[in-house]
């Protein structure tokens, strides 16, 4: 048996390693993820309506595909990661 640090290196990777080909998936999506959750504090906030003006969609609209993008994204990595548990 592994010591438990290597299980935890190990599990770490398989997770970084799904969440990178799940938001490949997204295509053009995973840059709108990114850029929603670049910025903190007030700077959040003004990004955000800056991202949603330049998508040409309210603030309510983007918060309601980013909530969408990362179901899917969520959804996406539990299933890689049974995947590589499984081969």
Known sequence: ALPISDEKDEEEERLHD???RCLKKLGQQQQMLVDYYQERGNEKIVNRRKL?????????????????????LKTCIEICLQEMAAA
Do not use: P
Request: with cysteine; glycine share 4%; aromatic share 4%.
């Open 52 to 72: 949603a003006d330049e998508l040409g969609i309210t603030l309510r609209a983007l918060r309601l595909r980013v909530f969408h993008r990362r179901a899917e």
């Open 18 to 20: 799904c969440l990178e």
